[in-house]
């Protein structure tokens, strides 16, 4: 397997800085919206998701924010740490009962000592 | 438990062949999904199950076809392969209508 990083918008930052994570949505029918993290040479993993009626969900060292308004959403990770570089993807989960999930492009964060 | 496992890790194949590739989960998940992953792009789905029986097609499911005879296996199948398919696969599973997606290590899939 691999991480398929090329060409993604980088966020670079000094360990144990906060790191902001944008991301802007399109479908307005989304019941929750999802972050998920790949290392390099593995699949995505599950680190934190919102439902689309809250606008603050606060994990370990993380939390997302949800701005319906303007169509954002944001994850905040705190005292950045080596082990979180990676490539982070937003995603939404469609509402009608199944889980489908639509993915956004991905932004790379390297975490710099 | 093994959770979501991916074969084969590599695959080089020519323009016109076929082949499947195999995902398998032990953690009696109903929904299991395939997705294609390429580079500055995130991952885009191609088919998905809700269950034994029951298949569907993703965003860009032409070129693939899908089967689900058993809850734990869901295989991905190239009719014709083509230099556009080359990309990244990776399968998931999902126990009922939870968000969290567990994931396969990927499948590296080079058409020449």
């Known amino acids: 397997g691999e991480s398929v990083g090329l060409h993604l918008p980088t966020l670079s930052v000094q360990e144990g800085d906060n790191s902001i994570i944008n991301c802007a949505y399109s479908?307005?029918?989304?019941?929750?919206f999802i972050w998920y993290k790949q290392e390099s040479g593995k699949g995505p993993q599950f680190i934190i998701d919102?439902?689309?009626?809250?606008d603050k969900r606060q994990g370990q060292r993380v939390t997302v924010l949800l701005n319906k308004t303007v169509k954002h959403l944001s994850l905040q990770i705190a005292a950045t740490q080596p082990g979180d570089s990676a490539v982070y993807f937003c995603?939404?989960?469609?509402?009608?009962?199944?889980?489908?999930?639509?993915f956004g492009a991905g932004t790379r964060l390297a975490v710099h000592p | 438990n093994a959770g979501v496992t991916q074969t084969p890790k590599f695959q080089v194949l020519k323009t016109g062949q076929s082949m499947t590739l195999q995902c398998a989960q032990d953690?009696?998940?109903?929904?299991m999904s395939w997705y294609r992953q390429d580079p500055g792009m995130g991952l885009r789905l191609i088919h998905y199950?809700?269950?034994?029986?029951?298949?569907d097609q993703g965003e860009v499911p032409n070129g693939y076809n899908v089967s689900r005879s058993t809850t734990e296996d869901f295989p991905l199948r190239l009719l014709s392969a083509a230099p556009s398919q080359t990309s990244v696969y990776f399968c998931?599973?999902?126990?009922?209508?939870?968000?969290?997606?567990?994931f396969g290590q990927g499948t590296r899939l080079t058409v020449v």
């Open positions: 998931a599973s999902t126990f009922g209508l939870s968000t969290e997606a567990f």
């Open positions: 479908n307005s029918a989304s019941d929750y």
């Open positions: 919102i439902r689309s009626n809250m």
């Open positions: 995603a939404e989960k469609v509402s009608g009962g199944y889980n489908k999930l639509i």
């Open positions: 953690m009696n998940h109903e929904y």
């Open positions: 199950s809700v269950g034994a029986g029951i298949t």
